[in-house]
Each structure stands twice: as C-alpha cells, then as structure tokens.
Nanobody
C-alpha cells in the first residue's frame, strides 16, 4: 500500500492550500484516513481524520479553518486549509489505517510553509 501526498507549498498568512492523499488501493478498504503534521522540534500531531462512515475529527486549532473529505471513487482524501496561519507551518503527512488486522500506513510528507 502506498499513499501519495501532494499539494504543499508556500502561502501567505490568510491564504489557502488543498492537500491530496491518493492511495494505491481502494481507499474504502481503510477505516480511517487522515492528516498529521510535524513542525521543527515538535512531535507529530493529528490534524484531521475521517472514517469510512464520514465521522470526522479535527485538532482544536484548525476547527473552522480546515476541512477533510474523501472521494472513494478517486481513492483520494483531501485537506482543504483556509485562513492559514504561520503556526500551521509543518510537514504534513497522510495516514491511513485498517482495523482488522490493524495496519498503519504513512505517505511521504508534504511541506506547508505559511509566511507572515
């Protein structure tokens, strides 16, 4: 299983970016798909997840600004990021999990840089 992440870049504060995560297999196979991020000298943290039933979780600091979605027909999950802040600067990682058996898959990171 491979996860291909894309969409990072440099944006000014207040701007928007959309990240994409495309799976090599059927995305509906995964119970949960999501995004984590890691800023320099920080631990990796969960940003947003969406499960196969559409249940969504967000990190508190991104609620109202970020929107996660998944398109099963395209085997792709998206993270729409609006009103970006400098503190959103990080490497963003796509993640997918299966439950039975439990498996945790990670894509390569994509760098998001928000300038003030």
């Amino acid at each position: 299983v491979q996860l291909q992440a894309s969409g990072g870049g440099l944006v000014q504060a207040g701007g928007s970016l959309r990240l994409s995560c495309t799976t090599s297999g059927d995305i509906s196979h995964f119970n949960t798909v999501g995004w984590h991020r890691q800023a320099p000298a920080n631990q990796r943290e969960l940003v947003a997840t969406i499960d196969r039933y559409g249940f969504i979780k967000y990190k508190d600091s991104v609620k109202g600004r970020f929107t996660i979605s998944r398109d099963n027909a395209k085997n792709t999950a998206y993270l729409q990021m609006n009103s970006l802040k400098p503190e959103d600067t990080a490497v963003y990682y796509c993640n997918a999990q299966t439950l039975i058996p439990y498996r945790d898959y990670w894509g390569q990171g994509t760098l998001v840089t928000v300038s003030s």
